[in-house]
């Protein structure tokens, strides 16, 4: 099992990133799928739910702005992050927690918003 993320980088206020989570070891599509992120001197915090049934869900502080999404064929999940503002600044994990209860992550993409 293996989820790896990409596509952070440095971005100005009010631009977009679209992270990508590939997965490997399991097909994404029979499980809820997360994004976490975690600043610096916080704690890590869940962003974005798809659900094994495609339904999604947003922590409040990014509603409207990010969209969870999955691409069965890639077995890839996406998030695409607009409108990113200072506070959105952290590393983005990919998170699963499999039949066998456990839980798994990957190494994290940095996400920098800078005036």
């Known amino acids: 099992v293996q989820l790896v993320e990409s596509g952070g980088g440095l971005v100005r206020p009010g631009g977009s990133l679209r992270l990508s989570c590939a997965v490997s070891?399991?097909?994404?599509?029979?499980?809820?799928m997360r994004w976490y992120r975690q600043a610096p001197g916080k704690e890590r915090e869940l962003v974005a739910t798809?659900?094994?049934?495609?339904?999604?869900d947003y922590v409040d502080s990014v509603r409207g702005r990010f969209t969870i999404s999955r691409d069965v064929a890639q077995n890839t999940i996406y998030l695409q992050m607009n409108s990113l503002k200072p506070e959105d600044t952290a590393v983005y994990y990919c998170?699963?927690?499999?039949?066998?209860?456990?839980?798994?992550w990957g190494p994290g993409t940095q996400v920098t918003v800078f005036p």
């Open positions: 998170h699963v927690v499999l039949q066998n209860l456990k839980h798994y």
């Open positions: 070891g399991f097909s994404a599509h029979g499980y809820n």
């Open positions: 798809i659900y094994y049934y495609d339904t999604t």
